[in-house]
């Protein structure tokens, strides 16, 4: 995941959405471990 992103745009957000989707639904997702490292670096 790429975290520059956020890195770049943190002074222009109160907070962020994060949408977690089933595996079997389709739909491209992370994982929740992926998306608290990423929080936590």
Known sequence: M???IFEFN???S???WVRFF???SGVASIK???ALE???S
Do not use: F, M, P, R
């Open 2 to 4: 790429d975290a520059d």
């Open 10 to 12: 943190y002074e222009k």
């Open 14 to 16: 109160d907070g962020i």
């Open 22 to 24: 089933k595996k079997g």
């Open 32 to 34: 929740n471990s992926e």
């Open 38 to 40: 990423v929080a936590l």
